[in-house]
């Protein structure tokens, strides 16, 4: 059994979604945009330096978000399954996980992909930003985030369709509905 990829765009609830299926399943949950934040949290060199890029909604430069995963890589064990969940985001980032993974023995069984229309994504970012009051998850900022996405995550959807690797699921619903199609589509990553 490889590891699998989460896509979709922000307020997609692919780390809600992500966070259940490891919780159950015993999975390790690896989101880049928790660790950025982590950082943020601990004031490190790394959190100050992309703290503002976090509140712009813009993204991580490559080298530093490839570096923070290695690192990070190398605490995983083996045998443990990764949900990878906003990495990659960008054609070379999916070039480096290829690439990070062979270095430590492992491999992608698949890429699931988490569909939601717009008008829906904005709703459920600025719900979430009341709630939590993260800093990126207001009205301005999520119209940022999806543009950002829309122009350098999209075209990853079409990287991983020719590779014959990526699955859609319908993002709409509850969140068990969701997580039922979801576990679907990831037990049927493994028989590839
Ligand atoms: P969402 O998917 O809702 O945007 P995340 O927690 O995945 O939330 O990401 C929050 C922010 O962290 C992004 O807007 C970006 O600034 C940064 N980030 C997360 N993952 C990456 C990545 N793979 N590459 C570059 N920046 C990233």
Redesign the pocket.
């Known amino acids: 059994m490889g590891d699998i990829i989460f896509m979709g765009p922000?307020?997609s609830g692919?780390?809600t979604q992500a966070q259940k299926l490891v919780r159950e399943n015993g999975w390790v949950q690896l989101?880049?945009?928790?660790l950025?934040r982590s950082h943020i949290e601990a004031a490190t060199e790394l959190g100050k330096r992309v703290k503002p890029?976090?509140d712009a909604?813009?993204?991580?430069p490559d080298d530093i978000?490839v570096e923070m995963v290695r690192q990070r890589l190398r605490d995983i064990p083996k045998e443990t399954r990764i949900v990878f969940?906003?990495?990659?985001?960008?054609i070379d980032?999916a070039k480096a996980i290829d690439r990070l993974l062979s270095e430590v023995g492992r491999g992608l069984d698949g890429v699931i992909y988490l569909d939601v229309p717009r008008n829906e994504l904005i709703a459920r970012?600025i719900t979430r930003g009341k709630r939590e009051g993260r800093s990126?998850d207001t009205a301005r900022v999520i119209v940022k985030?999806l543009d950002v996405y829309e122009q350098n995550t999209r075209p990853l959807i079409d990287h991983y369709k020719q590779r014959g690797m990526l699955r859609e699921v319908d993002g709409t619903g509850t969140v068990e509905e969701i997580a039922t199609r979801l576990g679907k589509a990831a037990e049927a990553t493994w028989s590839r």
């Open positions: 922000p307020g692919k780390g989101s880049t945009g928790d950025f890029i976090l909604g813009t993204y991580v978000t969940d906003g990495f990659p985001r960008t980032q970012v990126d985030r």
